[in-house]
């Protein structure tokens, strides 16, 4: 979330409010280079407010990265470079994300050169400026390197006439509490889903037999190395709201895929890590 601390058009209230009033329960203010600490603030907000930055710049190789950093961090300062304030963040405890790698031009090489958290898989601004909003190779390569990288939809809103876009990509959590604590150690732990749209509602697993329920949905995917993966649904019209998968022996990792009626879709985290 981009705010007029940076580059954003809506101040703090303003976005709380908009974004209250359709239905979120926390953002996470990531103005460009500009630390935040929310815990400092008086002023009553309609929605959970968290810390973040995001920070952009070219690193040794020449390659340019924006990195979106959730969480306190502090003494990080554009004067010192990209790659001084990602290993900065990284360092506090910062969870970082590579963000809109396909908007940005990164190479697969450039998701696996620092120790990322996550991967941005869908970028709702991107989607308005010029379609570069897909970042599932990106993740995919992430992901052949190490299984534990996360999964993140976001909407990345600036709100000025320029960039109108929001409310197009989000996480969904599974925490207890809406705290700081509790919903920075739920992402932290890959304790939710990402989604443009469609609800994932439940999860279990049965021996091999992995079971979802959702909201309802065309096609389930489940997604593996390489070619690895099966689906279910049809194109004929009909809607589906659970789906079961036999989980293959050997996969490093599995993750599941939903797809709605108007191509909208969620994603989980990796949900199985072999050598764990």
């Not at 968290?50 to 990265?65: I, P, Q």
């Not at 996969?251 to 191509?263: K, N, T």
Request: overall charge negative.
């Amino acid at each position: 979330m981009h705010s007029t601390a940076s580059d954003g058009g809506k101040n703090f209230k303003e976005l709380a409010e908009l974004y209250s009033s359709a239905g979120y329960d926390f953002l996470f203010r990531t103005d460009h280079w500009v630390v935040s600490d929310v815990e400092k603030e008086t002023a009553h907000y309609p929605l959970l407010w968290l810390d973040g930055v995001e920070l952009d710049g070219n690193d040794h190789t020449g390659a340019y990265f924006h990195v979106v950093c959730l969480g306190r961090v502090k003494d990080i300062s554009r004067d010192n470079g990209f790659k001084a304030g990602l290993l900065s963040a990284q360092q506090q405890g910062a969870i970082t994300i590579i963000a809109h790698p396909h908007w940005c031009d990164n190479s697969m090489d450039d998701c696996v050169r620092y120790p990322f958290s996550g991967v941005e898989v869908y970028n709702h601004v991107c989607r308005w400026l010029n379609g570069k909003s897909d970042g599932l190779v990106h993740w995919t390569a992430a992901l052949n390197h190490n299984p534990d990288v996360l999964a993140f939809a976001v909407d990345d809103a600036h709100l000025r006439p320029e960039h109108p876009g929001w409310n197009g990509g989000w996480i969904m959590i599974n925490a207890g509490e809406c705290t700081r604590p509790a919903v920075i150690n739920a992402i932290r732990r890959g304790n939710f889903y990402s989604s443009c749209g469609p609800e994932i509602r439940s999860i279990s697993l049965d021996s091999d037999e992995l079971h979802i329920t959702m909201s309802p949905v065309k096609f389930a995917r489940i997604a593996g190395e390489g070619s690895n993966g099966s689906r279910t649904g049809s194109f004929d019209g009909e809607l589906i709201t659970s789906a079961s998968f036999s989980i293959p022996a050997g996969w490093r990792y599995a993750y599941l895929e939903v797809e709605d009626r108007d191509g909208r879709r969620a994603w989980t985290n990796n949900l199985f890590v072999s050598n764990i």
